[in-house]
């Protein structure tokens, strides 16, 4: 029953990752779309929109959430067979035969506070503000063997359950573009200068776990070893013994956090683009290369420990009448104290230090052939990189100018071992303002269930001076 309870928790806490970030990576999609301002966040000289002035204003310039992991729902939890038709049921092997030997769930959320961009002859300059935030949950595949297998296969060993890794942070940042058309229709590079402000982080220097079963499988000890440190407003108690007791954000003060400039990074994006034939066109870039130090209010907590089960004594729960009688439940709770009382993390007697997050790293390589003035064709590479985390899509996209008010763009887009990722981009244009949708893969909404990978972007551009004759429009 506590073995039952332990794989249902673990398996619970996978699973509340994956479904809680279900909301931010680029759209592949959106890069080669026409008459896109949005382009140049991909690549800072790539700009598919001619207009000379375009403007985003806070809450209507767009919003962009996506959500990434390397299984699916399904991969766990499905509808059963034959007599389980009607039921769901929790397939372990299955999930642990998709897996690989480390697995992540991501997330990422971008707010557009303000943006600017004005063309100038050959010279195109931007500046824009954003708030971002990126979460990450990692773990090994070994962690779900020991779940799947039980401790049976070790006993008198000890097996590595692997590494957990929770890291998340928020930031704002303010982009200062510029690129230049060195060669008249032929050559553009650009670059942008990102200063950030971090306003929180957790991050997971180490969260390691080990089992060791005695030979005649009589005990089994569980050991950790975790430090996390944390930049928040937040006051983090402990007790008398230095151990960790709780954490308070009583004197929270919105305005301050969403103000303070405490921890400071830079970050850079370079790109280039190249017209190798009138029809043929490549481009590459990278994009925010840089990182955080995070400074303010930092605390880090840290914990060595390691827990004994030598199991549960049933003999006295068997018969309710009898005076030395003993609930079931109270057993299991006095375990769980003891467990609590095993893992409960220290106070760093390092004292507090500054950390660095490094905030992901996007490289793009793509090009297009133009079939008509209006109608080209892309292909676009994409390799993504967080921490120990690498990620490449490959996308196909077909794109048109329908008139010279509707932009259409259709693509599929293979996303590391996802497949079924067929994604969509509008764009409307009524007079100087512009809506749009962009997203990668539609299919996620026909079956959430079954979907690696969702994301979009959408909102409103304000674009002025723009010249209809440009064949990207």
Do not use: C
């Not at 930092?298 to 068997?318: A, C, M, R």
């Amino acid at each position: 029953m506590k073995n039952i309870r332990t794989k249902i928790g673990i398996i619970g806490l996978i699973l509340l990752a994956g479904i809680s970030t279900v909301s931010a990576q680029e759209s592949t999609t959106l890069q080669f779309m026409k008459g896109m301002p949005q382009s140049d966040l991909q690549n800072p000289s790539l700009h598919n929109d001619s207009s000379l002035v375009v403007v985003g204003l806070p809450g209507l310039s767009g919003m962009y959430f996506d959500f990434n992991s390397d299984f699916a729902v399904n991969d766990l939890i499905h509808k059963g067979t034959g007599m389980l038709a009607d039921s769901l049921v929790l397939d372990i092997n299955k999930f642990h035969s998709k897996l690989k030997a480390t697995n992540s769930v991501e997330q990422h959320l971008t707010v557009p506070l303000f943006y600017l961009g004005i063309r100038s002859n050959k010279s195109f300059f931007s500046f824009g503000v954003s708030e971002k935030e990126v979460a990450q949950f990692t773990f090994d595949k070994s962690l779900v063997t020991f779940l799947k297998d039980g401790n049976a296969p070790y006993m008198g060993q000890n097996f590595d359950l692997g590494n957990l890794e929770i890291n998340a942070f928020h930031y704002r940042e303010f982009a200062f573009g510029y690129s230049n058309d060195l060669i008249k229709n032929k050559l553009t590079i650009g670059a942008k200068v990102k200063l950030l402000y971090g306003k929180s982080a957790v991050q997971t220097e180490k969260m390691n776990l080990k089992v060791e079963t005695a030979a005649d499988g009589s005990y089994l000890n569980l050991n950790s070893d975790m430090k996390v440190n944390i930049s928040a407003p937040v006051a983090v108690e402990y007790d008398q013994d230095g151990y960790f007791s709780d954490l308070k954000n009583d004197n929270f003060d919105a305005a301050n956090y969403l103000q303070q400039r405490g921890n400071t990074g830079i970050a850079f994006d370079f790109g280039a683009v190249y017209k190798i034939t009138p029809k043929i066109t490549v481009s590459g870039s990278i994009v925010d290369l840089g990182k955080i130090s995070f400074k303010k209010d930092v605390t880090s907590i840290n914990q060595v420990s390691t827990y004994k089960w030598e199991g549960v004594d049933f003999s006295n729960s068997v018969d309710d009448s009898k005076a030395n009688y003993v609930d079931p439940s109270d057993l299991f709770d006095n375990e769980l104290d003891k467990m609590k009382a095993s893992f409960k993390p220290k106070k760093s007697d390092v004292g507090t230090e500054a950390f660095n997050v490094t905030i992901p790293t996007k490289m793009y390589l793509g090009g297009t052939y133009q079939v008509t003035k209006k109608f080209d064709i892309g292909l676009l590479d994409r390799l993504y990189k967080n921490g120990a985390i690498s990620e490449n899509t490959v996308t196909l996209s077909a794109n048109a100018m329908l008139g010279n008010f509707f932009s259409l763009t259709g693509s599929y887009s293979m996303i590391d071992q996802s497949y079924n990722n067929l994604g969509l981009g509008m764009g409307l244009r009524l007079g100087f303002m512009q809506l749009y949708f962009v997203s990668d893969n539609l299919m996620a909404l026909a079956n959430p269930a079954k979907a690696q990978f969702v994301n979009a972007r959408f909102g409103m551009n304000f674009l002025f001076g723009r010249k209809k004759s440009t064949a990207t429009e």
